[in-house]
């Protein structure tokens, strides 16, 4: 059985090798410098968390499989191929110590994509078996109920009303033909609803129409954390199929930087086809209606001194990087950036399937002195971000480490100082 | 044989077979990564693959904000190296001469003492890498025996070609010899391991800039 799980996994690692991962393998020098840049290593000191090694199992496939030496070695018996046990070993290296943040891809002197592997030995593990439990559980969820929290469309009916009572602004769900479809991230239903209500504010004030589906509202994909195309696919498609049906112009990826790379970037090459919609992190949509003129501010300017956490996938990964800042500009008076702010910042620790596996926590908590460091050197009352994930992470580990700090989400806070009584109505641009 | 034969047969048959493997291993190579290919992407491109693309072949010669304080014997000891080495394999005159009898091309060399401190550059250089693969920790984790063959068949040729310009240890001419023979083992040495970055580096990060390109990521 596990022979047979093995060989699956060879074959899907197979699979995933290209040109870029043949190239990286041929270009490493072993320089370490991609350690430097990976907050796993630089907090812990371990060598193992080099980003690169994280990838040797696939190093070895792809060198058996793809190289006349490799070949070579391997028909003579001197070459060992990857065994169970290799990806026993690895499984904690490939899940619980990356997040796929992409710092080590963006500091490899040689150009090596390292996160890009990464993503791409997981499909290994995943297929073999190997995935943490964690994760293959809530993957589980999402393909059986929709949500890896197991959230059904009840829950959701409950919570959007609740925020369209709080908020005053009536909320319709499943409603054809308007210009946006609203995805959530399960941490906005369960815990961070109040962004539900802050969205509601924001397109009604901007004069936009938009709804939330109850048969695809779930925006993150667990099968893009675990490894799995298949399941990613699936998740993606279950979207596709909701908003070509609404016929919206435009899906909204909502507060979750990894949610935005499986259905910005991922999906049309994971369903095969380009969509005949675009796809737009919530923050993009946000600054859009600012240049639009569509949002108005009351005078009452955030006066705390605060900074913005980048998610590393809506802005190293995703290239969502001005848009946060310039509406920062328009709500917040004291705004400081962080050391190693936009492209080059530093993950909360817990992207890339790291916050759904509880074995990774000791360690997730532990690399968050990097972040603790970070925010040290400004001395901040509030961190803004834009990824409900980010968020349950950054609060975490200001707990851990005894600091007091808010941490809020831009768009609620941008809400909040929205002047009502300028809202462009109707006034669709 | 004479130190004179043994001149002879490393400039000739030694470095021609070489210069074979060099080149065919090398193609093999490319031929190998070429055939994996790769699939075109079907989302929605935000800015130009190629201009990214472009963009990071050039820039990632530049180390990211905070690394040189990270790891400078790295930094500094890995563009002393690259540059001592380049000047002095493509600036020192003689060597003009053979690429010249080669291809067909030439350029100006520059004065000797400039080869000759750039070559101590390259030699020191190499050395405080390999101290610094052996005693810090990343780098030892990382090294296998295959690193270190690359560092020696890296540093013989530099080494010889120094001693053979200074007559220093040897006869000339039989450190000549050695110098050609160093130099015919790298090139053996070359396709079957990272030395292929020469090339592949550019193939590299050009894949890794247009990914980020095409999402409007500048790095
Ligand atoms: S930084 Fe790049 S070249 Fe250096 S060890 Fe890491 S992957 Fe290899
Ligand atoms: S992607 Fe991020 S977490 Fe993963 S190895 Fe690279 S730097 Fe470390």
Redesign the pocket.
Known sequence: MSALNMERGVKAMMEQIDAPIASYFN?????????DACLFYTETGDPKY???HKVEPLRRVWKQEYTFWGKLMSTLGLSRRVTDADLDAWQELVYDSCTMCGR?SA????G?D?AYMVRKVREGFAVSGHATEGLAEAAIRTVNIGSPMGIKAETLKKMVASEAKASGIEIELDKPGVEYLLMLSSAEIMQFHEFIGAVAKVMDHAGATWTISTEAFEATNTGIQIGSSDIARQLVQRVVDVAEKLGVKTVISPECGHAYIAIRWDGPNLIGRPYGFQVKHIVEVLDEFRAQGRLHFDDSKEDMKLTFHDPCQMVRRGGVVEQPRRLLDLCADNFTEMPDSGVWNWCCGGGGGVSTNERAEPLRLKVFSRKKSQLDSIGVKAMVTTCSNCRNMLEEGLEEYGMDMEVLSLTELLAEHLDDSKASKGAEA | MTDMELLNWARGPALEWATIIFVVGVLVRFLEMSLLGRKPDLSEARASAAGGGWRTVWRRSIPAPGLVKQAPVVIYAGYAFHIGLLIALLFFAPHILLFKDVFGLSWPALPFFVVDAATVIAIVALLVLLVHRLVNPVRRF?SSWVDYLVWAVTFLPLLTGYLAYHRMILPYTEMLAYHMLSVALLLVVFPFTKLMHTFTIFVSRWYNGAVSGRKGVQL
């Open positions: 270009s490493c020098v072993h320089c370490g410098l991609c350690a080099t980003p690169i080590c500091v490899c002197p040689v090596n390292i | 990382l």
